[in-house]
C-alpha cells in the first residue's frame, strides 16, 4: 500500500467516526438511533443507511447500538412482513418512501433485505456462543420479511408498473418496473446470507429453500442483460436503462457473472469518464435520465443525475481487479473533494445537498479497506 492509500483510508476513517458520532439522536424510549446525516435532515432511523453503517463500518459502532437499533427495526415490521422504511424517534415506523402525507408508492422494496444485512454483519461480531441464540430470535421475522417482497415467475425481484413499490431506496423517487436489477441483487445477498445462518442451526429445509431462490436469481438475471450494450438494464419494464450502480454492485458483492463479468469490467474502465466525478457516481451515464419518476425531480438534480458517493466504493471494486490505478484515483479524487468540500449526500457542477451524509464516507471506506486489506 502506497502512504498517500494508508493517509487516506486513515483519513477517511477519522471523518467516518465523526460523522457515525454526529449523527446519533435519542428515542423517546432511550435508544441511540443512527440518522442518515448529521444536520438533522433525517430524523429518523433509515433501515438501509444503518444497513451500510453497520455492513461497511462496524467497528466504529458500539455493538449494544447496532443491536438495539435492530431490535427498534425488527418491531417495526408489519403483520404482512414489510419492514420499516424508517422508525421515528418516537417508536413509530414508517413503511414507504417520502412525506408521510404524500408516500411515494407502495412499502419499498429494499427493506428486508437491509434487514438481513445489517443483522449479518453484527452477528459476525457478536461473541461466537451468542450468534446462535440472536439469529434463532431474529430468525423469524427476517423470513416473514423476504418472504414479503414481490417475485417474478423467475424469481427476480418485481415491481408492478399499475401500483409500484418505491424501489431501491437509493432511487425510491424512481418509477423502475417490471424485473428489477439493484433490487434482485439485494435480494440475492441477503437470501445468500440466511441460508448460511438457517444451515447453521440445523434448519436445512429453510435453507434449502433460499438456496433455490438464489439460484434462481442466478439464472434468471440476463433477462435484464442488454446485449448491444454489454450491461444490465435497471428495469424490464419502465426505465429499461443502463444501472451503473447496479452493474458496479454486481461485481462488488461477487455475484456470479461468467463470462459477462469481464465485459462489465471492460465497460465500467473504458466509460468511467461518462458516470464518474469527483470520485462520486452518477446512477446513468452522463446525459442519460430516468425514463419514469414517482415524483417529480428536474435533470441533474438527485437521484436524476447527481453524482453519489454511496457508489464509489463499488465502482473501486469492480474496477481494481482489471485497472488498480484507476481505482485509486478515483479514490483520491473522492477524498481531495471530501478535503475541499465537505461529506455530501449528492454533488453536481451546479449544486451540492446535504453535507455530512454518513453513507458517502462508510460505503467507500468499507470498501477501500476490502481492497487495500486494511482494517
Not at 455493538?63 to 404482512?80: F, K, M, S, V
Not at 418516537?90 to 417520502?98: L, R
Amino acid at each position: 500500500m502506497t502512504p498517500a492509500l494508508h493517509e487516506n483510508i486513515a483519513w477517511l476513517t477519522q471523518t467516518a467516526q465523526r460523522l457515525l458520532q454526529g449523527c446519533q439522536t435519542r428515542a423517546q424510549d432511550g435508544t441511540v438511533l443512527y440518522t442518515p446525516d448529521g444536520k438533522a435532515h433525517y430524523a429518523a432511523l433509515w433501515t438501509r443507511d444503518f444497513a451500510y453503517m453497520v455492513e461497511y463500518t462496524a467497528d466504529l459502532i458500539p455493538q449494544e447500538h447496532i443491536e438495539a437499533c435492530i431490535r427498534c427495526l425488527l418491531r417495526g415490521q408489519r403483520t404482512d412482513g414489510a419492514m420499516p422504511d424508517r422508525v421515528r424517534p418516537d417508536g413509530t415506523p414508517v413503511y414507504v418512501a417520502g412525506p408521510e402525507n404524500s408516500p411515494l408508492g407502495e412499502p419499498n422494496l429494499d427493506n428486508p433485505p437491509f434487514l438481513v444485512i445489517v443483522v449479518d454483519a453484527y452477528l459476525q461480531r457478536v461473541p461466537l456462543p451468542r450468534r446462535q441464540t440472536l439469529f434463532k430470535e431474529w430468525s423469524t421475522p427476517l423470513d416473514k420479511g423476504l418472504d414479503w417482497v414481490p417475485l417474478s415467475t423467475h424469481g427476480l425481484v418485481y415491481n408492478n408498473p399499475d401500483k409500484p413499490h418505491s424501489p431501491y431506496g437509493f432511487t425510491d423517487c424512481i418509477g423502475k418496473t417490471g424485473e428489477l436489477l439493484m433490487e434482485s441483487l439485494l435480494y440475492w445477498t441477503a437470501c445468500r446470507r440466511l441460508e448460511r445462518w438457517h444451515r447453521q442451526i440445523g434448519r436445512i429445509q429453510r435453507a434449502a429453500e433460499y438456496h433455490r431462490r438464489a439460484q434462481e436469481i442466478e439464472k434468471n438475471l440476463t433477462r435484464l442483460w442488454d446485449d448491444k450494450r454489454e450491461a444490465f438494464l435497471a428495469a424490464t419494464r419502465d426505465c429499461k436503462q443502463v444501472d451503473i450502480w447496479g452493474n458496479a454492485y454486481a461485481l462488488s458483492i461477487g455475484f456470479p457473472l461468467g463470462d459477462r463479468k469481464a465485459k462489465l469490467q471492460r465497460l465500467s474502465v473504458q466509460r468511467y469518464e461518462d458516470y464518474m466525478w469527483k470520485g462520486q457516481v452518477r446512477h446513468l451515464f452522463k446525459g442519460e435520465y430516468w425514463q419514469r419518476l414517482l415524483t417529480p425531480i428536474a435533470p441533474d438534480r438527485y437521484q436524476n443525475g447527481a453524482y453519489w458517493a454511496t457508489a464509489t466504493g463499488w465502482v473501486m471494486q469492480a474496477i481494481h481487479p482489471v485497472n488498480p490505478q484507476l481505482a485509486e484515483r478515483g479514490f483520491q479524487e473522492l477524498i481531495d473533494d471530501f478535503r475541499t468540500n465537505g461529506v455530501y449526500e449528492c454533488i453536481h457542477p451546479e449544486y451540492r445537498q446535504l453535507e455530512s451524509y454518513v453513507v458517502s464516507a462508510c460505503n467507500p471506506l468499507g470498501s477501500a479497506r476490502a481492497i487495500w486489506n486494511q482494517s
